[in-house]
């Protein structure tokens, strides 16, 4: 199993089905989250391999990103169109504006600062 599309990471799965040989009334479980980045529509795969003639068969997975205000928000020196407290939770610094964000969030030589 695989996640595929942009944005893939907007969703996380877990499973058990590692392993399993099914017959055709077996089941296992897949766990999917749906932790967006950004605000508005949200589209991926998740990509199911198996042995039949179909595979592999792929599952189309849909969101909606948040409807709260969206600032930065600086995580690893990286930017990202955030609500403040989806941002927290990711532990990164939240900034309402781009300008402050893109001037705080940076890389210096020799090091790293999060102003």
């Given amino acids: 199993m695989r996640g595929l599309g942009t944005p893939a990471h907007d969703f996380s799965f877990t499973h058990d089905c590692a392993g399993l040989t099914l017959n055709s009334q077996g089941t296992c479980t897949i766990n ?18 198996h042995s039949g003639g179909n595979s592999p068969a792929p599952v189309r997975l849909n969101g909606q990103g948040p409807k709260e205000p969206v600032g930065w928000c600086c995580i690893n020196f990286n930017l990202f169109q955030l609500p403040a407290q989806q941002c927290r939770v990711r532990k990164g610094v939240y900034y309402p504006d781009v300008e402050t964000a893109r001037s705080r969030c940076t890389r210096i030589e020799g090091g790293l600062t999060n102003r």
Avoid at 35 to 41: A, F, S
């Fill in 32 to 49: 999917i989250q749906f932790t967006p980045l950004v605000y508005g529509n949200r589209r991926a795969f998740l990509v199911v391999a």
